[in-house]
């Protein structure tokens, strides 16, 4: 096989390989120059879903299912190598990530990178691999509400969110460490006429109902979404409603419309150095605990009409 050949072949596995993770929803990295993010606060690096295999009869059949867990039961996570037909939720980050601690809740741990860390231009040249928790789970149009805490350190990012199963859909809830007296809200839908992900173009960074409220205190953050609009609301006050008419760019609306699933997690927003301005990092290791940590008490999905 000539070089040319060989080349062209290796393209085609990579870019079918490119496809495969897009579609599932694989965690492949971002290509995409977040350094432009000085000209939107809300840029940000995504964390993509992860398509789990039909481990539970929602996900087959596709019909929204009222659940609701306080996070007591060990096996209400379960890694993903050990996932059974009652498993809710399962860990796609590494063991030890993650734990559930009696009259504390699901724990998702961040830790410090092993080794030196270099700090240059505002970001670190290591990022710390946090914990990502999914739900088995799908639905279509439901209210998903969320007791939480976040960690205070500028650089660390907690995400509370809905994500396509199947498509790159999302609907979030975000709390800064930098931030800590507010949360952001954000959604995120591709059509084909995008030139380029429109990150940010739809965020909103909301207000507390008291404003001595952080986030480091557990706050119940609710995502109400139909066919029609999304409302984000906190300790039952709401924040932000956001019409599917008021989505309309480029000729499409950016609206979730798809199967969705559950996603929690706790991140490092060290790198890039976009993503870094936006999450007021980065985070400085010499300062913070080596292991910092997120808190889920409660997860409540209702589910329309019911």
């Given at each position: 096989?000539?070089?040319?050949?060989?080349?062209?072949?290796?393209?085609?596995?990579?870019?079918?390989?490119?496809?495969?993770?897009?579609?599932?929803?694989v965690?492949?990295?971002?290509s995409?120059?977040?350094?432009?993010?000085?000209?939107?606060?809300?840029?940000?690096?995504?964390?993509p879903?992860?398509?789990?295999?039909?481990?539970?009869?929602?996900?087959?059949t596709?019909?929204?299912q009222s659940?609701?867990?306080?996070f007591?039961?060990?096996?209400?996570?379960?890694?993903?190598?050990?996932?059974?037909?009652?498993?809710?939720?399962?860990?796609?980050?590494?063991?030890?990530?993650?734990?559930?601690?009696?009259?504390?809740?699901?724990?998702?741990?961040?830790?410090?990178?092993?080794?030196?860390?270099?700090?240059k231009?505002?970001?670190?040249?290591?990022?710390?691999?946090?914990?990502t928790?999914?739900s088995t789970?799908?639905?279509?149009?439901?209210?998903?509400?969320?007791?939480?805490s976040?960690?205070?350190?500028?650089?660390?990012?907690?995400?509370?969110?809905?994500?396509?199963?199947?498509?790159?859909?999302?609907?979030?809830?975000?709390?800064l460490?930098?931030?800590p007296?507010?949360?952001?809200?954000?959604?995120?839908?591709?059509?084909?006429?995008?030139?380029?992900?429109?990150?940010?173009?739809?965020?909103?960074?909301?207000d507390?109902?008291?404003?001595?409220?952080?986030?480091?205190e557990i706050?119940?953050?609710?995502?109400?979404?139909?066919?029609?609009?999304?409302?984000w609301?906190?300790?039952?006050?709401?924040?932000?409603?956001?019409?599917?008419?008021?989505?309309?760019?480029?000729?499409?609306f950016?609206?979730?419309?798809?199967?969705?699933?559950?996603?929690?997690?706790?991140?490092?927003a060290s790198?890039?150095?976009?993503?870094?301005?936006?999450?007021?990092?980065?985070?400085?290791?010499?300062?913070v605990?080596?292991?910092?940590?997120?808190?889920?008490?409660?997860?409540?999905?209702?589910?329309?009409?019911?």
């Amino acid at each position: 096989m000539s070089t040319l050949s060989f080349q062209k072949l290796a393209f085609a596995l990579l870019y079918f390989c490119f496809l495969w993770a897009v579609v599932n929803g694989v965690s492949i990295g971002s290509s995409i120059d977040h350094d432009n993010a000085s000209k939107n606060q809300h840029l940000q690096t995504r964390r993509p879903g992860f398509l789990l295999p039909n481990s539970s009869s929602n996900f087959k059949t596709h019909e929204c299912q009222s659940f609701e867990t306080t996070f007591s039961d060990p096996s209400d996570v379960s890694h993903s190598d050990k996932v059974s037909s009652s498993t809710p939720f399962v860990a796609i980050s590494p063991t030890g990530s993650y734990s559930i601690v009696e009259g504390s809740g699901l724990e998702l741990y961040l830790d410090r990178p092993e080794g030196k860390i270099h700090r240059k231009d505002k970001v670190n040249d290591k990022v710390a691999e946090g914990a990502t928790i999914n739900s088995t789970f799908v639905f279509l149009h439901g209210k998903v509400t969320m007791e939480l805490s976040a960690p205070k350190i500028p650089g660390a990012v907690t995400a509370a969110i809905l994500i396509g199963s199947d498509s790159r859909d999302e609907i979030d809830v975000e709390l800064l460490g930098g931030d800590p007296h507010h949360w952001q809200t954000n959604v995120f839908a591709y059509t084909h006429a995008d030139k380029e992900p429109l990150w940010g173009v739809f965020g909103e960074v909301e207000d507390y109902s008291k404003k001595s409220n952080e986030i480091d205190e557990i706050h119940s953050y609710t995502i109400d979404w139909n066919e029609s609009r999304i409302v984000w609301s906190v300790d039952g006050v709401v924040a932000r409603t956001l019409e599917k008419e008021d989505t309309e760019k480029n000729g499409g609306f950016h609206f979730p419309s798809h199967l969705s699933r559950i996603q929690l997690g706790i991140w490092d927003a060290s790198n890039p150095a976009g993503t870094s301005e936006w999450a007021k990092g980065p985070i400085d290791w010499d300062k913070v605990p080596k292991r910092t940590k997120a808190i889920f008490k409660s997860i409540k999905l209702e589910c329309p009409n019911n």
